[in-house]
Nanobody, 125 residues
Framework: QVQLVESGGGSVQAGGSLRLSCAHS????????TGWFRQAPGKERDFVAT????????DYADSVKGRFTISRDNAKNTVYLQMNSLKPEDTAVYYC??????????????????WGQGIQVTVSS
């Protein structure tokens, strides 16, 4: 059973920063791709960022490019999402996910096999 646990969410004013973490127990498979997605009330779940196993390849949604940074520490089984210059439109529940069979950075929800429970990020103006 793969369990992903997000942490680091909360409330912040516009222009502020938060760092999300996604921790999981040691997986029996590798390499794999990890991604962050978000879902605002009444909207679909959208891609935010993704990173390959070695960290050499990353991809970002246009809406967060230049403000968010995804990174990973495989020794700690943890992936991070540093979010700077936050805007009210970044308000959403953020989910991390693992794509077991992907070998390249993927934006597609369908490629991801395991999901965390989600964590709320609220940005006030």
């Amino acid at each position: 059973q793969v369990q992903l646990v997000e942490s680091g969410g909360g409330s912040v004013q516009a222009g502020g920063s938060l760092r999300l973490s996604c921790a999981h127990s040691a997986l029996t498979f590798s390499p794999y791709v990890t991604g962050w997605f978000r879902q605002a009330p009444g909207k679909e779940r959208d891609f935010v960022a993704t990173i390959t196993w070695g960290g050499q390849s990353t991809d970002y949604a246009d809406s967060v490019k230049g403000r968010f940074t995804i990174s990973r520490d495989n020794a700690k089984n943890t992936v991070y999402l540093q979010m700077n210059s936050l805007k009210p439109e970044d308000t959403a529940v953020y989910y991390c996910a693992v794509a077991r069979f992907a070998r390249i950075a993927s934006r597609s929800l369908g490629d991801y096999d395991y999901w965390g429970q989600g964590i709320q990020v609220t940005v006030s103006s």
